[in-house]
């Protein structure tokens, strides 16, 4: 996989607004991956990003409920690991997840590597 370089990271929001709203989605379109939305979510601990669809029946995982480092699809409750996107439960496959960086109180993302083209 590329190593991610400056362009491959977006600025989405600051990190107050993510911990005040627990939840946000964003769409941002990469020059190599096209549209993406995506959603960041506040844990109580953490940041995280995922793709914003389940893979079983494109939930929108934004509007799903939020708990001990998980997201529950809000269609099935299929349960996904806010760090991996791994599917806890085994319902569905995994969902992308995206490194997320805290700089200067700014939230930013790193869009996918190559390899997910």
């Known amino acids: 996989m590329a190593t991610p370089n400056e362009r491959d990271r977006f600025e989405l929001t ?21 549209l993406h939305e995506i959603a960041l979510f506040w844990d109580g601990e953490g940041v995280y990003a995922l793709d914003n669809a389940c893979p079983h029946m494109f939930g929108a995982l934004s509007d799903g409920m939020v708990r001990r480092g998980e997201v529950h699809c809000p269609l099935h409750g299929a349960q996904f690991d806010l760090r991996t996107g791994k599917c806890i439960d085994l319902y569905t496959i995994d969902v992308a997840a995206y490194a997320v960086e805290v700089r200067d109180g700014m939230v930013w993302v790193t869009a996918p590597g190559e390899t997910r083209a």
């Open 14 to 34: 600051s990190l107050d607004e993510v911990k005040r709203r627990r939840t946000l989605t964003f769409d941002f379109r990469h020059p190599r991956f096209g």
